[in-house]
Nanobody, 122 residues
Framework: QVQLVESGGGLVQAGGSLRLSCAASGRTFSRYTMAWFRQAPGKEREFVATINGSGAGTYYAGSVKGRFTISRDNAKNTVYLQMNSLKPEDTAVYYC???????????????WGQGTQVTVSS
């Protein structure tokens, strides 16, 4: 089972940027589809972005498309989420997840990190 550790969250003003990182253990990182989800207080966990094993295929939620960019460095076993033009409604705990299948639903992912808090002030 792959182990995932997120970092890079914090407090930022609206319009600012943050880059989240998710470091994975193991030797088969490039086989995994990786994704970012987020969960705001009182809300369900929602899909943000996903990237396939090679990094050539990506998909975004409509609410973040054009503002967020998912990428990966397979040599470093790390996936990133660059978040620009942040809005207060982006405030949430952000989780990375791993799966062998390209998917956008939380139920499809079996490995999760502990999450990192992102807070966007207005």
């Amino acid at each position: 089972q792959v182990q995932l550790v997120e970092s890079g969250g914090g407090l930022v003003q609206a319009g600012g940027s943050l880059r989240l990182s998710c470091a994975a253990s193991g030797r088969t990182f490039s086989r995994y589809t990786m994704a970012w989800f987020r969960q705001a207080p009182g809300k369900e966990r929602e899909f943000v972005a996903t990237i396939n094993g090679s990094g050539a295929g990506t998909y975004y939620a409509g609410s973040v498309k054009g503002r967020f960019t998912i990428s990966r460095d397979n040599a470093k076993n790390t996936v990133y989420l660059q978040m620009n033009s942040l809005k207060p409604e982006d405030t949430a705990v952000y989780y990375c997840a791993a799966n062998y299948v390209f998917a956008t639903t939380a139920a499809a992912f079996g490995a999760w990190g502990q999450g990192t808090q992102v807070t966007v002030s207005s």
